[in-house]
């Protein structure tokens, strides 16, 4: 029975991953994966790593050393691997999909959540206080929703938005006008969609191309009460340039699942600690930021199909048969 050295691990991991694992010894660390924690792979055939573990050469030439013939991402982003480098000696494989609407209905929870203010009404009324002053909101019906990458949370993302009554831009390298004319949404270039949104959703990867896809050109093209949603990745948006837009008053309010320096401090308990990431602590600190700890995904559904595909992916590449429901392509990544 293969062992599989399983970083990063969670309860709900756990749960989710011993429901249906029949086949492999897997130890799980909470550790994340790391170039002092790599050693902990040893006599392991692989790793099974997810967004926050550090997958760069130091580490793939630890586990090249120890003899880990694969690296099983358990997320679809998979900024965090040098793929090319690992490739020379190790399969990369992930899970492509598990449910964009996980992600994409919380997305719409943040923009909700913000633009009418539940997270201060249910401190309010927590405490008796049934004041609803400084509570105005806007009506999402009529506005105009910029989706930036329509793959697919992008397009779960659009199909929430046309059911509220939005109207739709997106900006996406490779746009599928096909399905934007069905749908009825539109592609615009990207400083469209930053001027003409009331509320900007970023849905692509992190790419060279991407990284801080918002600074400070494009906060300076936005309306005064945009509000930016990154369920993406954290370093698609630059945040001290995001922090000083929302300081001077100049965008309406963020929805941040993601954060460029999250890596630390996401999924931990830092509430006894002292946090010296002050621009953190300044978006922590504002009534129109609302932060969750990159859980976007976090539904029944998804880890059920994380677990699933995760455990196909180490069957296919230890030759135990495909995928037996073929309800995603396991990928190698190229
Ligand atoms: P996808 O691969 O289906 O879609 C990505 C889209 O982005 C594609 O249409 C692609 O053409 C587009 N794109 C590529 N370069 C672009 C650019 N320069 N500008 C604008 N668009 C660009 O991926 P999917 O499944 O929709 O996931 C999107 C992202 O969501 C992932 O890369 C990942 O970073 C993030 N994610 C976050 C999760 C969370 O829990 N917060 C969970 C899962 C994914």
């Given at each position: 029975?293969?062992?599989?050295?399983f970083?990063?691990?969670?309860?709900?991991?756990?749960?989710?991953?011993?429901?249906?694992?029949?086949?492999?010894?897997?130890?799980?660390?909470?550790?994340?994966?790391?170039?002092?924690?790599?050693?902990?792979?040893a006599?392991?055939?692989a790793?099974?790593?997810?967004?926050?573990?550090?997958?760069?050469?130091?580490?793939?030439?630890?586990?090249?050393?120890?003899?880990?013939k694969?690296?099983?991402?358990?997320?679809?982003?998979?900024?965090?691997?040098?793929?090319?480098?690992?490739?020379?000696?190790?399969?990369v494989?992930?899970?492509?999909?598990?449910?964009p609407?996980?992600?994409a209905?919380?997305?719409?929870?943040l923009?909700?959540?913000?633009?009418?203010?539940?997270?201060?009404?249910?401190?309010?009324?927590r405490?008796?206080?049934?004041?609803?002053?400084?509570?105005?909101?806007?009506?999402?019906?009529?506005?105009?929703?910029?989706?930036?990458?329509?793959?697919?949370?992008?397009?779960?993302?659009?199909?929430?938005c046309?059911g509220?009554?939005?109207?739709?831009i997106?900006?996406?390298?490779?746009?599928?006008e096909?399905?934007?004319?069905?749908?009825?949404?539109?592609?615009?270039?990207?400083?469209?969609?930053?001027?003409?949104s009331?509320?900007?959703?970023?849905?692509c990867?992190?790419?060279?191309?991407?990284k801080?896809?918002?600074?400070?050109?494009?906060?300076?093209?936005?309306?005064?009460?945009?509000?930016?949603?990154?369920t993406?990745?954290?370093?698609?948006?630059?945040?001290?340039?995001?922090?000083?837009?929302?300081?001077?008053?100049?965008i309406?309010?963020?929805?941040?699942?993601?954060?460029?320096?999250?890596?630390?401090?996401f999924?931990?308990d830092?509430?006894?600690?002292?946090?010296?990431?002050?621009?953190?602590?300044l978006l922590?600190?504002?009534?129109?930021?609302i932060?969750?700890?990159?859980?976007?995904?976090?539904?029944?559904?998804?880890?059920?199909?994380?677990?699933?595909?995760?455990?196909?992916?180490?069957?296919e590449f230890?030759g135990?048969?495909?995928?037996?429901?073929?309800?995603y392509?396991?990928?190698?990544?190229?």
């Amino acid at each position: 029975m293969e062992e599989i050295a399983f970083f990063d691990a969670k309860p709900y991991d756990i749960e989710s991953f011993d429901k249906l694992n029949k086949d492999y010894k897997i130890n799980y660390y909470e550790d994340k994966l790391t170039p002092r924690t790599a050693r902990l792979a040893a006599g392991c055939a692989a790793v099974c790593a997810f967004v926050n573990d550090t997958v760069d050469r130091e580490v793939i030439d630890l586990l090249t050393g120890m003899g880990v013939k694969a690296i099983v991402m358990r997320c679809a982003g998979y900024n965090n691997v040098d793929v090319r480098y690992a490739e020379r000696t190790m399969a990369v494989l992930r899970v492509p999909a598990y449910s964009p609407y996980a992600v994409a209905e919380h997305a719409m929870a943040l923009l909700l959540m913000l633009n009418r203010k539940i997270h201060k009404a249910y401190l309010r009324t927590r405490d008796f206080n049934f004041s609803i002053v400084n509570l105005t909101g806007f009506d999402l019906h009529g506005k105009t929703a910029g989706v930036i990458g329509t793959g697919k949370i992008g397009q779960a993302f659009i199909d929430i938005c046309l059911g509220f009554g939005m109207r739709v831009i997106a900006y996406d390298p490779y746009p599928n006008e096909k399905l934007a004319e069905e749908k009825g949404y539109r592609y615009g270039d990207r400083t469209a969609v930053f001027s003409e949104s009331d509320i900007i959703s970023l849905h692509c990867p992190l790419t060279s191309d991407t990284k801080y896809i918002i600074n400070h050109e494009s906060l300076r093209l936005m309306k005064k009460d945009c509000i930016v949603i990154n369920t993406s990745r954290g370093k698609l948006i630059d945040s001290d340039e995001l922090l000083k837009a929302l300081r001077e008053k100049r965008i309406g309010g963020a929805g941040l699942d993601v954060y460029e320096e999250e890596s630390d401090i996401f999924y931990e308990d830092c509430s006894a600690d002292i946090i010296t990431d002050d621009t953190l602590s300044l978006l922590v600190s504002m009534p129109n930021v609302i932060i969750t700890s990159h859980q976007a995904y976090l539904t029944k559904e998804a880890l059920n199909n994380i677990a699933e595909v995760t455990l196909s992916n180490l069957d296919e590449f230890f030759g135990k048969g495909a995928d037996p429901k073929g309800k995603y392509t396991n990928s190698v990544l190229l």
